[in-house]
């Protein structure tokens, strides 16, 4: 794959309008305030990376948008429509959120071919034949097109992550949510999987990214949003965000982060 996570500006395409609105959301674990009055509005084609301290509510952030995570107020919508609640209205909507874990996901006992094509064969309706001609072409476009045939279990944690990636593409999402697809990989093997999130930066894709990885950051995202304790102290593009933070919270993290 010829991108790389040191590429220019990855998102190199003006966003369009409001894909995925959250206005007012806050979130209980119990006495815990997890998510406290957030706002944030990402538009479709934009990069967002989420970033900031263990504990600042970024997961939780991410897994609202699909209602993994329900919310005690406030609104969240996709695509002009509010998120239900729960039963086939949620599942449709689902099915237009693709959803990238830290752990891969993977079905242990079906092939890397199968893992792909069960979304669209069981959910959308499309016939075994083209899902399974889909899922190849995704496989290949993330690198892995040569393991369609073995199981989750003989792929590196690398490869295993670039077809959770293309099981999610497969189900042609609205918008991608990654949720530190990075954070469980070995050194070597993190580089590949951002290949293929920046791939999918310069294509187009509406991506929220919870990522520790500031380098895809700031090469990837049309904006960085900063979050602690619960809230979103700051957000600003990359190059502004990183050279020149506003708040203490940020500078402080930042000075930690970028000394090592």
């Known amino acids: 794959m010829s991108l790389t996570a040191e590429s220019p500006q990855a998102a190199s395409r003006p966003p369009g309008d409001a894909l995925v609105v959250l206005d007012h959301v806050d979130k209980w674990f119990g006495d815990l305030h997890v998510l406290q009055d957030i706002n944030l509005s990402i538009r479709r084609g934009e990069v967002v990376v989420v970033i900031g301290p263990s504990g600042s509510g970024k997961s939780t952030l991410c897994r609202t948008v699909n209602r993994l ?47 792909v094509t069960l979304g669209p064969v069981k959910v959308r309706g499309v ?34 992550q670039r077809v959770a990636i293309a099981r999610a593409l497969a ?8 949720d530190e697809p990075t954070s469980a990989l070995d050194p070597e093997m993190i580089k590949e999987v951002l290949d293929v999130m920046v791939d999918l930066a310069r294509g187009g894709m509406t991506m929220v990214v919870v990522t ?16 602690s304790d619960g809230q979103i102290v700051e957000e600003n593009e990359p190059e502004t965000f990183f050279t020149d933070p506003r708040s203490d919270r940020a500078k402080d993290f930042l000075g930690k982060i970028l000394k090592h």
């Open 69 to 115: 995570e329900t919310i005690d107020s406030g609104t969240i919508s996709l695509d002009g429509r509010p998120l239900p609640a729960e039963g086939k209205e949620l599942a449709r909507l689902r099915a237009e959120v693709g959803m990238v874990f830290q752990s891969f996901n993977l079905f242990a006992h079906k092939s890397i071919l199968e893992n």
């Open 127 to 160: 016939p075994k034949a083209e899902a399974e001609e889909k899922a190849r072409r995704l496989l290949d476009r993330v690198g892995v097109g040569a393991q369609a045939s073995k199981y989750p279990a003989q792929l590196s944690g690398g490869q295993q």
């Open 171 to 178: 189900m042609e999402p609205k918008v991608m949510l990654f």
């Open 212 to 227: 520790h990885e500031m380098g895809f950051a700031r090469t990837a995202a049309n904006r960085v949003v900063f979050m």
